[in-house]
T-cell receptor, first 119, second 114 residues
Framework: AQTVTQSQPEMSVQEAETVTLSCTYDTSENNYYLFWYKQPPSRQMILVIRQEAYKQQNATENRFSVNFQKAAKSFSLKISDSQLGDTAMYFCAFMKPSHGSSNTGKLIFGQGTTLQVKP | DAGVTQSPTHLIKTRGQQVTLRCSPISGHKSVSWYQQVLGQGPQFIFQYYEKEERGRGNFPDRFSARQFPNYSSELNVNALLLGDSALYLC?????????????FGPGTRLTVT
């Protein structure tokens, strides 16, 4: 079974600084998808960034980028120029590719990392 | 366009009761998934429905059931509520049920069982 581990329960960063959130996962699949989701306090979960395992190039979305190390099964999120609005709980998630009609679209989440951006 | 909507926002039930949670996906999305998020933890997958058929089920007891309607909206039912069922229940919709497609989450229903 696939598992996702986020070893940093809480982190803090000064506004405008850079912070990296860690995520490791375990799978025997060769093709899969990885995601980072952001859940602000009392607000709904939104997708930050996604990575397809077959792509060697690391995904980037504005101030957000990932360091995807497939062999090490590591998928970290780097937030540059941190802003107060980045304060949220961040979840790393794994999704298997489709295999017929079984378990399609199931997200497996880590425990989350609470990020506090300080002014 | 409206995002994923869920109702009710909050719900308080007593142990042993039954509850129905509702979800409307983004227009055009045919897949709906349900997740349970206990406070301070990551969401846990409960069900996925695509084109009105169950496509995936997580490790939850038979007290949990769901269905998807012809308009692609969905209901999650929980019978014989336990204190441990207290959680935020999230609904997510995606265009199709295949792996890799982005899931858009609703605001959730906060269920408290007393």
């Amino acid at each position: 079974a696939q598992t996702v581990t986020q070893s940093q329960p809480e982190m803090s960063v000064q506004e405008a600084e850079t912070v990296t959130l860690s995520c490791t996962y375990d799978t025997s699949e060769n093709n899969y998808y990885l995601f980072w989701y952001k859940q602000p306090p009392s607000r709904q979960m939104i997708l930050v960034i996604r990575q397809e395992a077959y792509k060697q190039q690391n995904a980037t979305e504005n101030r957000f980028s990932v360091n995807f190390q497939k062999a090490a099964k590591s998928f970290s999120l780097k937030i540059s120029d941190s802003q107060l609005g980045d304060t949220a709980m961040y979840f790393c998630a794994f999704m298997k590719p489709s295999h017929g009609s079984s378990n399609t679209g199931k997200l497996i989440f880590g425990q989350g990392t609470t990020l506090q951006v300080k002014p | 366009d409206a995002g994923v909507t869920q109702s009710p926002t909050h719900l308080i039930k007593t142990r042993g009761q039954q509850v129905t949670l509702r979800c409307s996906p983004i227009s055009g999305h045919k897949s709906v998934s349900w997740y349970q998020q206990v406070l301070g933890q990551g969401p846990q997958f409960i069900f996925q429905y695509y084109e009105k058929e169950e496509r995936g089920r997580g490790n939850f007891p038979d007290r949990f059931s769901a269905r998807q309607f012809p308009n692609y909206s969905s209901e999650l039912n929980v019978n014989a509520l336990l204190l441990g069922d207290s959680a935020l229940y999230l609904c997510a919709s995606s265009l199709i049920g295949a792996g890799g497609y982005e899931q858009y989450f609703g605001p959730g229903t906060r269920l408290t069982v007393t």
